[in-house]
C-alpha cells in the first residue's frame, strides 16, 4: 500500500517515525511520501517538505510567511494527486493538515484519511470540529481521555496509547551513565538545569530568555538547552551570548536522562519530560499580557495546558501562563522543586502517569488498528 504522512515538527516526526516502522512490519509493499523531518525521511519517506519549512505558529507569523504557507499547501496538493495514495495519515499540524484533508476527500474520495495525534478540540478550537466530521475518516486517539469527547461528537475514534511511551522507550543512548553523558557532550559534573523552549523560533524568542535570567540564579546548577538542530544555531548564540549554558543539539531525551530539574515549554516535551521523571515547570509564552490571557479563557476549555496535568486530571505539575510566566514566578517554582518533599511527591505523580498510559508498543498497535481498519473498508 502507499501512504501519505504529514508531520508539521520535530515532535510529529519522532511519532511519525515510529509509527512508519511499524507500518512496514504490518505491510511488507509499503511506500511512503510526505512532509516532515529527517527521522521520517530515514525510514525511507521521500519528502516533499521539511518540517523547518513549515513551522509558523501565530496570526501574525503565518501572515508574514503567507507566501510560503500558501506554497507549501499547493506543493502538499500536487505531491498527494501524484503520489495518489491508498492512505493519508495526519499527524497534528491542524490549520494545514485539515485543508490537505478536505482536498483529498473532495478529489481523492476512495483514499482512507486517518488522523494520529488529532487536534486538540476539546481544548479550543471547536469550530474545526464540522471539518473533522467532514474529512476524516478516523481519529487514531493518543490520549485516553479525548475517546468519549470525540464519540459524543459523532467522530469514529480509537485509543491507541501514546506515542511518547514508544520514544523514551526506544530512545538513543539509553542506559548511558552519567560520566558518558559528560564525556560525549562536554557538560560538567554539577546538577543539570535542562531548559526545553520549544521546536519553533517564536515559542524560543518568547521562552528561552525568561528561562535563563531565572536559572542564572542557581549557582550549583548548570544550565543545559536542548536545541533544535532544524533552527538555526544564531538563534541560540544570539540568546545565550551572556549566560552561561550549553546548548545540546537533538538530544533531549539524553539530556532529560541526566537532568535533575526542566523548565519545559508547553507540548508534547512537558509528557515527555514527565515520562522521564524530571521534576519541571511548564511554561508557555504569548504576547498580550493579561488581559489577552483573560480573553483566551473564554474560548480554552479545559481547566489545564499540559499534557501531564490533563491526562492526570490534577494539579501535577505548575503552569505558568502568559502573563505568569515572569522570573520571579518561574524562580518560586523553581525553589519548590528543590525541596526533597515536592520532589517526592511529584515523582509518585509521575509513577501513576506511567501506569495509566501503560508500556505496550503505541506504534505497533496503531499500525495495526490502521490496517484493520482499512480491510474493514475495502470489505464493506
Known amino acids: 500500500m502507499k501512504y501519505f504522512i504529514i508531520a508539521g515538527e520535530a515532535s510529529g516526526d519522532l511519532h511519525a517515525s515510529n509509527l512508519i516502522k511499524s507500518l512496514k512490519k504490518e505491510d511488507s ?7 516532515g523531518g529527517d527521522l521520517m525521511e530515514a525510514e525511507g519517506v521521500r519528502l516533499v517538505r521539511h518540517y523547518r519549512d513549515m513551522a509558523f505558529m501565530g496570526f501574525i507569523p503565518v501572515l508574514l510567511h503567507a507566501k510560503t504557507v500558501l506554497g507549501n499547501i499547493r506543493s502538499c496538493k500536487e505531491a498527494v494527486t501524484n503520489f495518489a495514495p491508498d492512505v493519508l495519515i495526519l499527524v497534528d499540524y491542524p490549520s494545514f493538515n485539515l485543508k490537505i484533508a478536505q482536498f483529498v476527500k473532495e478529489n481523492m474520495p476512495n483514499v482512507a484519511v486517518y488522523y494520529y495525534i488529532s487536534p486538540k478540540l476539546w481544548a479550543w478550537k471547536e469550530y474545526r470540529l464540522k471539518s473533522m466530521k467532514r474529512y476524516i475518516d478516523k481519529v487514531f486517539s493518543i490520549l485516553p481521555f479525548e475517546v468519549e469527547w470525540f464519540r459524543e461528537r459523532g467522530l469514529e475514534v480509537e485509543y491507541v496509547g501514546n ?40 515559542e524560543i524568542k518568547g521562552s528561552l530568555p525568561i528561562m535563563l535570567e531565572s536559572a542564572i540564579r542557581y549557582k550549583d546548577y548548570q544550565i543545559v538547552i536542548a536545541g533544535v538542530k532544524s533552527i538555526d544555531s544564531s538563534l541560540y548564540q544570539q540568546i545565550t551570548k551572556n549566560y552561561d549554558a550549553k546548548v545540546i543539539y537533538n538530544e533531549t531525551y539524553e539530556l532529560l536522562q541526566q537532568a535533575d530539574l526542566a ?19 511548564v511554561v508557555y509564552k504569548m504576547s498580550g499580557g493579561w488581559l489577552f490571557h483573560r480573553f483566551l479563557e473564554l474560548f480554552i476549555r479545559v481547566p ?25 514566578r518561574l524562580s518560586k517554582e523553581i525553589d519548590k522543586l528543590r525541596d526533597i518533599e515536592c520532589r517526592k511527591e511529584m515523582l509518585k505523580g509521575y509513577d501513576e502517569l506511567i501506569e495509566l498510559l501503560g508500556k505496550e508498543s503505541v506504534s505497533d498497535r496503531a499500525a495495526r488498528a490502521m ?8 470489505s464493506i
Open 29 to 35: 509493499h509499503a511506500s511512503f511520501c510526505g512532509l
Open 163 to 202: 506515542p511518547c511511551v514508544d520514544a523514551i522507550e526506544n530512545r538513543p543512548h539509553k542506559g548511558e551513565s552519567r560520566a558518558e553523558f559528560e564525556a560525549r557532550t562536554g557538560v560538567d559534573n554539577r546538577p543539570i538545569l535542562a531548559l526545553l523552549a520549544g521546536s519553533r523560533v517564536q
Open 263 to 281: 523548565v519545559v515549554t508547553s507540548g508534547t516535551a512537558t509528557l515527555e519530560t514527565a515520562l522521564m521523571r524530571v521534576p519541571e515547570v
Open 304 to 328: 489545564y495546558i499540559s499534557l501531564v496535568n490533563l491526562i492526570a486530571n490534577k494539579w501535577l505539575v505548575q503552569e505558568l501562563v502568559i502573563e505568569e510566566f515572569t522570573v520571579e
Open 371 to 378: 490496517m484493520l481498519q482499512y480491510k474493514k473498508n475495502c
